[in-house]
């Protein structure tokens, strides 16, 4: 099982930046695919932004295309999500899991909040 905790969320104003860190802990997080995901109020849980194992691929959700950057650093066991030009609509808890996600490995997310 691979645990995950994600941090650096919070409140900015539309326009803004934020970088969420996921840090993976437990059966050789850094062999996995990652992905980061978010759920609006009132929404399903919705894919945001993937990486590759290796950090050699990644893809987006078209909503955030060019403004949000995943990467991720093996030797930190560490996942990251650059947000930039943040958007009302970005408002969302944010969470990381492997990709495809696994249910016993969803943390307890960031509140990521953007004012207009």
């Known amino acids: 099982q691979v645990q995950l905790v994600e941090s650096g969320g919070g409140l900015v104003q539309t326009g803004g930046s934020l970088r969420l860190s996921c840090v993976a802990s437990?059966?050789?997080?850094?062999?996995?695919?990652m992905a980061w995901f978010r759920q609006a109020p009132g929404k399903e849980r919705e894919f945001v932004a993937s990486?590759?194992?290796?950090?050699?691929?990644?893809s987006y959700a078209d909503s955030v295309k060019g403004r949000f950057t995943i990467s991720r650093d093996n030797g930190k066991s560490t996942v990251y999500l650059q947000m930039i030009s943040l958007k009302p609509e970005d408002t969302a808890v944010y969470y990381c899991?492997?990709?495809?996600?696994?249910?016993?490995?969803w943390g307890q997310g960031t509140q990521v909040t953007v004012s207009s």
């Open positions: 899991n492997l990709n495809p996600p696994r249910p016993d490995s």
């Open positions: 437990g059966r050789t997080p850094s062999m996995y695919a």
């Open positions: 990486i590759s194992w290796r950090g050699g691929s990644t």
